[in-house]
């Protein structure tokens, strides 16, 4: 039995976030941005939306490019580090908002390679017979970890006259290494059980070095603390989020299923960094023609990232039925993964 991705379905909110329009409330520059990072917009929710109604959107596209039914969904998959609450998590909501029937829906907090994780998980319950039809959700709001002010907020859209004083302005750029490469996104795919086994997931590699967790975690607000957290953490800025191992995982699943780059239809990296990516891709020697980028539209949308990719390029037909497909992320914990998988 193989986990076949059968629909993909995403979607992008409508507030568009130019270089230009945060170099209003911060010190940085269109040039800056995109010579660091490949990133020219983002996309910010409206204050209101939450992660869980990214995710549900982007569900409902799959279902319907499945021709799937709700009903006969039988377990979900959320991958965020970005829940509409500390607890619960965002799969609960999803489920009772899509009116899905009382199925095990599943959160799961691996960050930029949660979508993999998530994968794994959902491969494993249908190979073992525990599920058929899997919803699979990335989805994030990161705009919640930007340090603005409510009047800065404003000013960033243009709909107010008032700039950030100096001591925002300061505040702002403090963090703006991070919060410049972010934005908000959902997608998810449709995973169905099925017999024949030329499609779907073929091998799948996962590792953690929990050694070098603080190279990039979020130092408040969490259980380590008593209070979890407090307006000193704030005003510290601890709520904010504080050579990649892509190439080695990318190579050894590779090899461990004798194939080559040559083998390969289509590779879908996980998009935090244009110049990383354009590095893994150097390295491994993987034609442009192999690769898609969409870190200059979206930003990193964490978890969402793969998923959207793949529905960028299953609806613009560079990803077709037969297709090999290899999945590579890297991210915080440090966690790192890649999956071969035949669309």
């Not at 929710?45 to 992660?51: D, I, L």
């Not at 991958?79 to 619960?88: E, R, S």
């Not at 994968?119 to 249908?126: E, I, K, S």
């Amino acid at each position: 039995m193989r986990a076949v991705i059968v629909g993909s379905g995403s979607e992008i909110p409508p507030t568009v976030v130019t270089n230009q329009m945060l170099s209003r409330i911060m010190d940085t520059s269109d040039e800056w941005i995109r010579e660091r990072s490949g990133v020219e917009t983002r996309y910010y929710v409206e204050p209101g939306t939450a992660t869980s109604d990214l995710g549900v959107a982007a569900a409902r596209r799959a279902l319907e490019a499945a021709s799937v039914e709700p009903s006969e969904v039988d377990m979900v998959v959320f991958a965020t580090m970005t829940p509409d609450h500390f607890f619960p998590g965002s799969g609960p909501l999803l489920q009772a908002k899509l009116g899905l029937r009382n199925v095990p829906c599943f959160d799961i907090r691996q960050q930029c390679v949660g979508f993999l994780y998530g994968l794994q998980l959902v491969d494993a319950h249908v190979r073992a017979g525990l599920a058929r039809t899997v919803l699979l959700v990335g989805a994030e709001v990161h705009s919640g970890f930007m340090p603005y002010s409510a009047a800065n907020w404003e000013y960033l859209y243009a709909r107010a006259d008032v700039p950030p004083t100096p001591a925002e302005h300061e505040w702002n750029s403090r963090f703006r290494h991070l919060t410049v490469l972010f934005g908000d996104a959902g997608a998810a795919v449709v995973v169905r059980a099925e017999e024949d086994g030329s499609r779907g997931v073929i091998d799948q590699i996962l590792g953690t070095d929990g050694a070098d967790y603080d190279k990039l975690y979020v130092p408040g607000t969490g259980f380590k603390h008593r209070p979890y957290t407090d307006p000193a953490q704030f005003a510290r800025g601890d709520h904010i989020l504080a050579t990649t191992r892509m190439v080695e995982v990318a190579q050894q699943i590779l090899e461990r299923n004798r194939m080559a780059i040559d083998d390969v239809s289509l590779v879908l990296m996980h998009q935090a960094n244009r110049r990383i990516n354009e590095y893994c891709q150097k390295v491994l020697g993987i034609p442009d023609a192999k690769m898609i980028h969409n870190i200059h539209k979206y930003g990193n949308t964490t978890a969402a990232t793969i998923p959207l990719l793949w529905d960028e390029a299953a609806r613009a037909g560079r990803l077709r039925k037969g297709d090999l497909a290899l999945l590579v992320a890297f991210g915080a914990g440090m966690s790192w993964g890649a999956t071969l998988v035949r669309a």
